[in-house]
């Protein structure tokens, strides 16, 4: 079945390294978005990407950057991670015929 | 931007009777309007969605109903039973693609 990955699953990292979120796709889908999760507050928006090399800042960007190189790949990075980053970090993406939109597994992140 | 409020933040039912979540929205612009269910460790997944030309939709047990003037719709279950116990959060979007999600409504069945 067509399908939204992520890696790593988990991570736990140290304040002020360099981490880089991966997420895969097969369903063919040109939209694909990172959002966070945080108890409460929801699914936030951090970026989103319509076609290759297509970047859009979300509603809370600072601190992240994307990349979007291929169709299939959408990566997040947090070029020097801080405690406040600790979140579930979820890839999407999204069906532009109908709208529906397909979440990968999740990464959950740990800053120390 | 568009912002969207969900209520209650959590609700605890018995098993058999009905549930209730309601959302806001803010753009009048938003025209679809999905709601997804996610459970413990688990990615949230879409049960339903209502796009702005109907006012109600219904798969099975649940419904999804949309109130355009007043800018909120309602997500229904009905029968409730303990599979349905997950955090469930409505969105809204517009023709710009993004999907503004409510905070989310941890919901309860009870045995």
């Known amino acids: 079945d067509a399908d939204v990955t992520q890696t790593p699953r988990n991570r736990i990292t140290k304040t002020g390294k360099r981490i880089m979120l991966e997420c895969s796709q097969t369903k063919g889908h040109d939209r694909m978005y990172w959002y966070r999760q945080d108890p409460g507050l929801g699914l936030r928006l951090i970026y989103y990407s319509f076609d290759v090399k297509d970047i859009n800042k979300g509603e809370i960007s600072d601190g992240y950057s994307v990349s979007r190189q291929a169709q299939a790949k959408f990566s997040l990075s947090l070029e020097s991670a801080i405690p406040n980053q600790t979140a579930l970090y979820f890839c999407?993406?999204?069906?532009?015929?109908?709208?529906?939109?397909?979440f990968g597994p999740g990464t959950r992140l740990t800053v120390l | 931007g568009e912002n969207v409020e969900q209520h209650p933040s959590t609700l605890s039912v018995q098993e058999g009777d009905s549930a209730v979540i309601k959302c806001t929205y803010s753009d009048s612009a938003s025209n679809y309007f999905p709601w997804y269910k996610q459970e413990l460790g688990k990615r949230p997944q879409l049960i339903i969605d209502?796009?702005?030309?109907?006012g109600e939709k219904k798969d099975q047990r649940i419904a999804v109903t949309l109130n355009k003037t007043a800018k909120h719709f309602s997500l229904h279950i009905t029968e409730t039973q303990p599979e349905d116990s997950a955090v469930y959060f409505c969105a809204a979007s517009n023709s710009d693609y993004k999907l503004s999600f409510g905070a989310g409504t941890t919901v309860t069945v009870r045995a």
């Open positions: 209502i796009r702005s030309n109907v």
């Open positions: 999407a993406t999204r069906d532009s015929t109908n709208n529906e939109q397909f």
